[in-house]
Each structure stands twice: as C-alpha cells, then as structure tokens.
C-alpha cells in the first residue's frame, strides 16, 4: 500500500498569478506528486497550494517550491490582512494513507533540515513535528510576525530549530510542521466593522478572550495567581478565529482554521457563527473554503441540514453537497466546483469509474460491442443497484408523504440504508470489469522460463480469485439490500409497491447472475476447498434471495389486488 501525505504550503503572494505559477511549476516538475489545488487570495495576499504524493517526492517538491518563493517574494514589500512572517510562511505535512503521525512528522524535521542548511533560511518546527510543547503553536511562533523577527529571533528562546539566527529581510522565516487535516474556513457577514467580526471571533473560538472588569472591550484586565490575564472560554472547541475586513469583497469575515473537524464540524462552526452573529445584530451571508475539505465532512453537513428541516437524508452524494453548499453559501463569493474542492474526488483516478461514467445509452452500446467487459458480472451489480436505487426511492417518497409527517425518521433511515447499498454496487459494476481485466494481463505475462512461469501461474491464480470474490460481492450487497425492499414492500407509500416489486425483481436477477459469474471464474482456481466453500456459500445465498423474492412478490401482488 502506498504511503500518501498531503502538503498544504502558504506562500505571500495571492496577487501575481506570475509568480505563484512559477512555484507551482516547481511542484508539478517533480515526479510522483499531484496538485490538487491552487487558491490565491488578493485581500490576503497569499496563496494556499495543496498537493499529494509519496514522503519522498512531496519532501522534493516542497524544497524546491519554498527554494523559489525565496527568490521571487520580498517580504520587505508584503502587505495582506493575514498573519505572516515569510515568503513561504507555513508549510505542514498532513498524513493521508498508510503513514502514521510520528512518520509524518519525521519528514517534515527531514524537510526543515534541508531547507535550513541548504537554504540557510529560519526554519521553526510546529505541531506534532516539535518536540518543545512551549512553541509548538503556530499562532505563538508566529506572533509579532515579520516585523517582529528581527529582534525576536535573537532571544535564545526562539532560536531556530534549523538555518541561522539572523532574519532574512527578503525571505524571512517559515514554520514547517505536520498536523492533522485543518479546514480554513472563512463566514462572511453583513458588516464592515473589524472590530464587531473579532467579536464574534472571540465568542466561538477555543481560545475565547480575556476576562475584564465591567466592560468587556475597554475594561480592566483580570488576572489570575501568577499574574496572567484569565481567559473566558469560547463555544467552539478546535477551532482558532479572528475577525478582519477583505476589501476585495466589501465584508468582514470570521476566518477560521477548524483543527479537528471531528470534534467541531463545519457545519456546526456555520451555525455557532451565526448564532452569535444574530445575537450581536448581525447576519451572516455565507462563507468561503480555503483549499481542499475532505468529502464525509461535505457529506455530513448536507445531512445536518437535511435533520434540520426534518426531510431524509437517504439521498445522492451529490444532492448532500448540494445542500451543504446552498445552506452555508459556500458559493456567495464564486462558484462552488465539488470536483475540484473534495480532497477525494481530487484524489481519484477515472479509470476506476469508466463504466458508471457513462450515459446509459453509451453503458447500452459498451456492453453491446465485441469487447468482453463489461460483461454480465458488471450487468449484475448495475442491475442490483437499481433494485436498491428503487427501495430507496420509495423510502424517499414515503419520508416526504404527506400525512405521515410523524414517521419521516423512520423512512429517513431506511433511504439510507439503501443509499449505502445502492452505491456499493454502483462500485462493482467498475470493479467486476476490472477483475476481469486483470485476468486478461495476468495470462499476457511472459512464461519463457520456469521463474516466468511460476510468476505467470501465481498472477493467473491471484487475479481469478478476485474475480471471484467480486461477483460474490455483489451476491452478499444485493441480498442485505432486500432488507430494505421487503420493508418497502410492507411499510412504505402504497402507491409505489410496485417500484418495490420492480426492486425485488431486480435484486433477485443481481444474485443469480453474480453467482453464475461466481461459478465460472471458480472453475478456473485450483484450490478446491476455497472453490467449494464459496460455491456452498453462494448456493446458500440464491436460495434465500429467490425465497425472499416469493415473500416480496406476495405482499406486492396482495398490495396492487388486480
């Protein structure tokens, strides 16, 4: 398994596409790593790059992109609303697939130490990669910012981790470190006033703000025993915020970096800000994502707001983004591109979804032409996605029947069930395809001599065994969704039985042609005790999809009465 870490550099510039080009440029050279994204900010100043690839080749790309920005940023020259103290401010490493925290933070002190003895540049370790919890914080390094360093970095406190003690005036200083997934998130509002967004800031970020005497702005500030303010919590864990104006849209925002989106989702910071934003007389108009977010938090917020208006959250991946988008105006400052802003739909490879890609006529004419994939492996699992589409679409109906408004949960949870079936099969349908393709390469190995031949034997072996276990697959995902057919059948919309009869039919076609598949590619394994077991499994699992169909089919035809 590959190990994938994500980079996610912050360069000062948002202004010269020019120049932010050329350092992406740097990125892109570099073999084994994908830019996903690049999102220049004119108000900030400051571009925020993310890009994926293995340990190695991100470590590569990072070096030579911080190496460029130091030739063609004067920070002397930099002005923009966020914090900043170098031409490559921060640049964190964020593990992504088959790498630990501990592995991850280990490259990044790999990265920092190149960049300081081979850049001769300031270079601060933070987050898990600094082993001094005194100055593991970004916004504690970074306070005084640029202009700050010159006589900050000459206390022995702040000494650097790597690189000399001296400010670089033209290039400054950068942090690097390895964190968790961070979603910078900006909430636009319906005013100009700084000063009012730092307050809404303050209320819901972790770190709240300081305790006064009498009024809470002009007040005395309250100290504890040693002599240290003391703080009022805010509402929002996880979460780091502050308030500041963006000319280039006219608004004050609260701009946010949400640190474990776990423990406060986006959709919950959403919400918070614009509690507090009413109680202070002011609303919120939408907000704005920095770089990438991951697709279950889109996912998740499309749900909340679904809960919310008490509708079903059985519904589409695509229709859930939608509304996560349309509630949280994630598209008030410009459009809102899915595909390019959802790490994982960055992330995947098209190859794997050629086959449900495809319009239904072009599916018709592939599977009609004298190529032999998609064959009726993949015709199972599209035909048993349909039954589960149908279930679906009956709970869906039955959620939003009027007169049944106190039982919407009840087909609300059944929706999703068959939205989760329904989209495992929409996967096999590509993957039964390629099991089978990978049998086709595995016999197109070289057998010329006897260590070929053993290879050859053992790829052939390996691959037919896959492409058993996929059409058994979809035997055991087509059989669970019955589930939900059998109770649509009996509890949902009456007007609709006969979509749910339509779904049984359907599922039971799905399971006995993904066994036929099953049984053939078995004749093909040599180990017997694996083929008979699975074929007894599978005999097991048709008996009780076609008894299960009777039972459906009764309860339809009862239902229709002609």
């Not at 019955?482 to 509890?491: D, Q, Y």
Request: glycine fraction near 8%; hydrophobic fraction near 40%; proline fraction near 4%.
């Amino acid at each position: 398994m590959q190990q994938l870490i994500e980079c996610v550099p912050n360069f000062s510039e948002g202004r010269d596409m020019h120049i932010i080009k050329q350092i992406t440029d740097e990125i892109e050279a570099v073999e084994g790593v994908r830019l996903l994204n690049v999102d220049p900010g004119k108000a900030t100043n400051r571009t925020v790059v993310t890009f994926v690839g293995s340990p190695e080749a991100v470590i590569e790309a990072a070096f030579h992109a911080i190496k460029k920005a130091g030739e063609l940023i004067d920070m002397s020259k930099h002005k923009g609303e966020h914090p900043r103290m170098g031409a490559t401010d921060v640049c964190p490493l964020i593990p992504i697939a088959n790498i630990s925290m501990e592995e991850t933070a280990k490259w990044a002190q790999k990265l920092g130490e190149r960049v300081g003895k081979e850049l001769a540049l300031p270079i601060y370790l933070y987050e898990a990669a600094q082993t001094n919890k005194s100055r593991n914080n970004l916004s504690v390094i970074r306070a005084g910012e640029y202009e700050g360093f010159f006589k900050k970095i000459k206390l022995p406190e702040w000494k650097p981790d790597f690189g000399p003690a001296e400010f670089d005036a033209k290039r400054g200083a950068t942090v690097i470190g390895a964190r968790d997934f961070l979603v910078a998130y900006n909430v636009n509002l319906n005013t100009t006033s700084t000063r009012r967004a730092n307050s809404i800031a303050f209320d819901v970020r972790e770190g709240g703000r300081v305790k006064r005497e009498g009024n809470p702005i002009t007040g005395k500030i309250v100290n504890d025993a040693n002599g240290k303010p003391v703080m009022i919590p805010g509402t929002l864990k996880s979460v780091k915020a502050i308030g500041w104006f963006i000319e280039e849209y006219g608004v004050a925002q609260i701009s946010m970096n949400l640190t474990n989106i776990n423990i406060t989702p986006v959709h919950i910071a959403f919400d918070e800000v614009c509690k507090k934003a009413t109680e202070r007389g002011i609303r919120v108009t939408g907000s704005e994502l920095i770089g990438l977010i991951p697709l279950k938090a889109m996912l998740d917020a499309g749900k909340y707001f679904l809960l919310k208006q008490q509708r079903s959250i059985g519904v589409s991946e695509k229709e859930l983004i939608k509304i996560a988008v349309k509630s949280m105006g994630l598209d008030e400052l410009g459009p809102f591109k899915p595909e390019e802003r959802i790490i994982e739909y960055m992330l995947a490879d098209k190859a794997d979804s050629k086959l449900i890609s495809m319009t239904l006529k072009d599916f018709a004419d592939e599977t009609a032409s004298e190529s032999p994939a998609p064959g009726g492996g993949s015709i199972a699992a599209y035909v048993g996605s349909l039954g589960a589409a149908l279930a679906t679409m009956v709970a869906n109906l039955s959620s939003h029947k009027k007169g049944w408004d106190d039982r919407w949960q009840e087909f609300s949870t059944w929706a999703e069930k068959g939205e989760h079936y329904k989209n495992e099969l929409v996967k096999l349908v590509d993957a039964d395809t390629a099991a089978f393709n990978k049998i086709m390469t595995a016999f197109g190995l070289p057998k010329g001599t006897d260590e070929e031949k053993t290879m050859r034997t053992k790829a052939i072996q390996d691959a037919t065994k896959f492409a058993i276990e996929i059409p058994f697959k979809v035997m055991q995902t087509t059989y669970a969704s019955m589930e939900v057919i059998k109770a649509m059948a009996e509890v949902g919309n009456p007007n609709s039985v006969s979509d749910a009869g339509v779904g049984a039919l359907c599922a039971r076609s799905a399971v006995m042609g993904a066994f036929m598949n099953v049984r053939i590619n078995a004749a093909g394994y040599d180990d017997k005790t694996y083929v008979n077991d699975i074929i007894a499994k599978g005999k097991d699992i048709e008996n009780k999809t076609i008894a299960l169909e009777t039972e459906i089919l009764k309860v339809v035809n009862e239902k229709i009465g002609v």
